[in-house]
């Protein structure tokens, strides 16, 4: 599971809300704008939402085997 995030972070590992790729994600899975994400709504995302964020990490690393 470590493995995905590393990859999912490539690049933003120490500011994982700046992101393009996660900026996106977020975008497609919750209708918010991709500009109007930072620090606060990103984790406020990741706290609301963190077991389907488990249950994907651990869906992308079975798909990555």
Not at 21 to 34: C, I, V
């Amino acid at each position: 599971m470590l493995r995905v995030l590393w990859k999912l972070t490539k690049g933003y590992r120490l500011t994982p809300w700046k992101s393009p790729y996660l900026k996106w994600r977020m975008e497609t899975y919750t209708g918010m704008h991709a500009e109007t994400i930072g620090f606060s709504q990103f984790c406020s995302y990741c706290w609301r939402n963190r077991k389907e964020l488990l249950r994907y990490l651990r869906w992308a690393e079975r798909m990555s085997e």
